[in-house]
């Protein structure tokens, strides 16, 4: 990186409730043509079957495009805490190499 930072780079990324972002629908429509790149970071996509904010089929349009794995819920616009979705978390972190699998 310039001027002797370390560059930065995300081994996962975790994305609840996303939807389009209406100025780059365009842009977000590319990435879903576009090819997985190497050595990316682990996604996982937390979504809810009713969320009046932010509709699952907005959150599957950013998965489609973004890549990864996708958990859905019963809740509404929040970030679930149940057993289910706390495998899927510790599901991300350990593939993405930032939990050993002792501590999962």
Known sequence: AAGGEPELGASALLLVGSAPPGP????LAELANG?????GPRV?????????INPTEGAREVARAVGGE???H????????????????VALLRDAG????AAA
């Open 35 to 39: 090819v997985e790149v190497p050595g």
């Open 44 to 52: 996982l996509h937390v979504m809810s079957r009713n969320d009046p």
């Open 98 to 101: 930032l939990l050993s699998a």
């Open 24 to 27: 780059f629908r365009a842009q």
């Open 74 to 89: 019963d809740g509404e616009h929040i970030v679930p805490n149940e057993e289910a979705a706390g495998r899927a978390y």
């Open 70 to 72: 996708v958990f859905e």
